[in-house]
């Protein structure tokens, strides 16, 4: 694959789209973590808060290389299938933080999540279909929104 000013754009846009949605999520978060989220009854298993502000850019990254190697992939059914997941997954993740922390719900949360875990298990078969490195790229995102999903079951069972 060359790096054309065509493929340094689209991977500048998918940067740009993952990390604004990194944005929009702690913009709606962060003031809401010392008060309500803390106010919360959560697991002993709830990982800390410096935990956050670590693995969230280190999956955004890895979903905005994934998504642009989607992107640069031969054009395919199953390429046409993976960025859709991938586009209904971005979707999903982007409205999960003013759900959950900007509304305060707990269920819309769990019923978010819940859909965004199904969408990107889709998304990683199809990009693994597609390629291994996009669809292995997306793996640890995939295993990070499983825990997260089963801790806001578990944080909506306790409140």
Known sequence: ?????????????????????????????TPEIPTWYASLAKPSWTPPRGAFPIVWPILYLLMAIAGWLLWQAEPSPTRTAALIGFAAQFVLNTIWSPVFFGRHDITGGLVIISLLAITLTFTVVMALEVDWIPGTLLVPYLLWISFAAALNFRIWTLN
Request: proline share 0%.
């Open 1 to 29: 694959m060359s790096l054309s000013t065509n493929s340094l754009l689209a991977l500048a846009v998918a940067l740009g789209l993952c990390f604004g949605a990194a944005a929009i999520g702690a913009r709606v978060t």
